[in-house]
């Protein structure tokens, strides 16, 4: 499992209300994503980060921020959420250098009523 | 950006016989192409990678294939066992730098005793 956890691993918040997710990682790997999934979209890429407080935008960024202060954690947060937020978020990273291979954390259910 | 289009979206076969997923991506650039086994919720693990300068690769029961010129390339299980059954995605490596990809939006495979 690459040493990756994510918290919570649920959550149910309601709309407006701030939210952050976290994501943890025990082998110091330098690269971290975060993606969402949605039925019939597969996996789309929020933000990324390769470093520590070097971060970029994916594909679905908007109404997302992230921060990486420590190599080991990096965490998602929804300002405002919204229920178009409802959503499976993953984490995830690359193994190591000169790797393209992308290790999943378990998966965070959130649920924005 | 990278667009990949992944057929079928959905997939039954019966145990024993074989499958086979396809993909299509647009940016020639791209030169990485995994594929992940998602079972009901649990993370995306990848079972199988193929790089741009090879044509084949085969593990086992699993093999892809990848046509550069046409820019697609395949998943084939043969032999296949119910607990083959889950959701299948393929992705492009588009920014070898971030190690950004670009996924499918799956293939649900059933496998019927």
């Known amino acids: 499992d690459a040493g990756i956890t994510q918290s919570p691993r649920h959550k149910v918040t309601e709309t407006g209300t701030p939210v952050t997710l976290r994501c943890h990682q025990t082998e110091n790997h330098r690269y971290m994503y975060w993606y969402r999934q949605d039925p019939g979209h597969g996996l789309r890429l929020i933000h990324y980060?390769?470093?520590?407080?070097?971060?970029d935008k994916g594909e679905v960024s908007d109404g997302y921020s992230v921060s990486r202060s420590k190599t080991e954690d990096f965490l998602l947060t929804l300002e405002s959420a919204t229920s178009s937020q409802t959503s499976v978020y993953f984490c995830?990273?690359?193994?190591?250098?000169?790797?393209?291979?992308?290790?999943f954390g378990p998966g965070t259910r959130l649920t924005v009523t | 950006g990278e667009n990949v289009e992944q057929h079928p979206s959905t997939l039954s076969v019966q145990e024993g016989d074989s499958a086979v997923i396809k993909c299509t991506y647009s940016?020639?650039?791209?030169?990485?192409f995994p594929w992940y086994k998602q079972e009901l919720g649990k993370r995306p693990q990848l079972i199988i990678d193929?790089?741009?300068?090879?044509g084949e690769k085969k593990d086992q029961r699993i093999a892809v294939t990848l046509n550069k010129t046409a820019k697609h390339f395949s998943l084939h299980i043969t032999e296949t066992q119910p607990e083959d059954s889950a959701v299948y995605f393929c992705?492009?490596?588009?920014?070898?730098?971030?190690?950004?990809?670009?996924f499918g939006d799956g293939t649900t495979l059933t496998v019927k005793p």
């Open positions: 992705a492009a490596l588009y920014n070898t730098n971030a190690g950004k990809s670009t």
């Open positions: 980060s390769y470093g520590v407080k070097d971060t």
């Open positions: 940016d020639s650039a791209s030169n990485y």
């Open positions: 995830a990273i690359i193994s190591g250098p000169g790797s393209y291979e992308q290790y």
């Open positions: 193929i790089r741009s300068n090879v």
